[in-house]
């Protein structure tokens, strides 16, 4: 299955937000030029690994640094004896959950927690309306928001959130809820051919009482399935290999609603000298 990463719409989005992108065989590779130092180039799973175009690359765009993020394991040796190592850090999360989406939602019900399955079922959930929106910026806001005064700090992704959405246009859908005329949960939903992507996900801490998020993402679930998809991805959960302590509390929350976790190798890096 083609990852998200190497669609048309995810180089379309790269593009919007400056960087060059090289396309070869169906395979995404992005370039980004630093002035007077070179360029940073990355490949992000894909289907296969063209080593020579690669290496073309990155004497073409006096690469310093290429970051290469396996698909499967497969891969691997390939670009270790071409000098690629082991980061520690990966660009996209290596470890997520795929729910299958092939199920009837009575199966995946019974696949969640069960405090998941109540929450979604609670009958205080009359108090909040489940809707769909097209006001990117309006979500981007609330994301942004909610990231400072939960997290503590400012993210600066408002850009990258309203570009991702144009980029995908139709395969994109924004789940939202409301409470006393208040947005408390919102998802960026993306799709590609056979699997949706759970991109960002944003709540107040009032929606989180109220289990908003939840609601929300059983949402998100029921409208992949409605649009053929056959995997909805979480898009990332704690890796024991390259740990992060704050991904732990979401990362609960995503394993409750069942599913398969998936690992990916990481990333791989090679430096060269760009002159």
Same mark, same amino acid.
């Given at each position: 299955?083609?990852?998200?990463?190497?669609?048309?719409?995810?180089?379309?989005?790269?593009?919007?937000? !400056?960087?060059? %992108?090289?396309?070869?065989?169906?395979?995404?590779?992005?370039?980004?030029?630093?002035? $007077?130092?070179?360029?940073? &180039? =990355?490949?992000?799973?894909?289907?296969?690994?063209?080593?020579?175009?690669?290496?073309?690359? %990155?004497?073409?765009?006096?690469?310093?640094?290429?970051? &290469?993020?396996?698909? /499967?394991?497969?891969?691997?040796?390939?670009?270790?004896?071409? !000098?690629?190592?082991?980061?520690?850090?990966?660009? %996209?999360?290596?470890?997520?959950?795929?729910? /299958?989406?092939?199920?009837?939602?009575?199966?995946?019900?019974?696949?969640?927690?069960?405090?998941?399955?109540?929450?979604?079922?609670?009958?205080?959930?009359?108090?909040?309306?489940?809707?769909?929106?097209?006001?990117?910026?309006?979500?981007?806001?609330?994301?942004?928001?909610?990231?400072?005064?939960?997290?503590?700090?400012?993210?600066?992704?408002? /850009?990258?959130?309203?570009? $991702?959405?144009?980029?995908?246009?139709?395969?994109?859908?924004?789940?939202?809820?409301?409470?006393?005329?208040?947005?408390?949960?919102?998802? $960026?939903?993306?799709?590609?051919?056979?699997?949706?992507?759970?991109?960002?996900?944003?709540?107040?801490?009032? !929606?989180?009482? $109220?289990?908003?998020?939840?609601?929300?993402?059983?949402?998100? &679930?029921?409208?992949?399935?409605?649009?053929?998809?056959?995997?909805?991805?979480?898009?990332? &959960?704690?890796?024991?290999?390259?740990?992060?302590?704050?991904?732990? !509390?979401?990362?609960?929350?995503?394993?409750?609603?069942?599913?398969?976790?998936?690992?990916?190798?990481?990333?791989?890096? =090679?430096?060269?000298?760009?002159?």
């Amino acid at each position: 299955m083609k990852d998200l990463r190497q669609t048309e719409q995810y180089a379309k989005f790269m593009e919007s937000i !400056g960087w060059i %992108v090289e396309r070869k065989n169906g395979v995404n590779y992005f370039i980004k030029k630093f002035p $007077l130092f070179g360029s940073f &180039i =990355k490949i992000q799973r894909p289907d296969k690994i063209d080593l020579s175009f690669i290496r073309d690359l %990155v004497h073409r765009y006096r690469a310093f640094q290429t970051v &290469i993020e396996p698909k /499967n394991q497969n891969q691997v040796s390939s670009i270790k004896n071409q !000098g690629f190592r082991q980061s520690k850090t990966p660009f %996209v999360p290596a470890k997520t959950i795929h729910v /299958n989406l092939t199920k009837s939602e009575k199966l995946l019900l019974s696949g969640m927690h069960y405090k998941t399955r109540y929450n979604i079922k609670k009958p205080n959930h009359q108090s909040l309306t489940i809707t769909h929106s097209k006001d990117i910026i309006s979500f981007a806001d609330f994301w942004q928001e909610c990231a400072k005064t939960q997290r503590g700090m400012f993210l600066s992704q408002k /850009n990258e959130i309203v570009n $991702l959405y144009k980029a995908f246009e139709k395969k994109a859908d924004i789940i939202i809820v409301i409470h006393s005329n208040e947005l408390v949960a919102g998802i $960026l939903l993306l799709h590609t051919d056979r699997i949706s992507y759970y991109m960002y996900a944003a709540s107040s801490s009032e !929606g989180k009482k $109220l289990f908003a998020p939840t609601l929300a993402a059983w949402e998100a &679930i029921r409208i992949a399935k409605i649009r053929g998809s056959k995997y909805f991805d979480f898009e990332g &959960i704690y890796d024991d290999r390259f740990p992060l302590k704050s991904w732990k !509390g979401f990362t609960r929350f995503k394993k409750s609603f069942g599913g398969k976790e998936i690992e990916y190798p990481g990333a791989f890096t =090679k430096y060269r000298l760009p002159f």
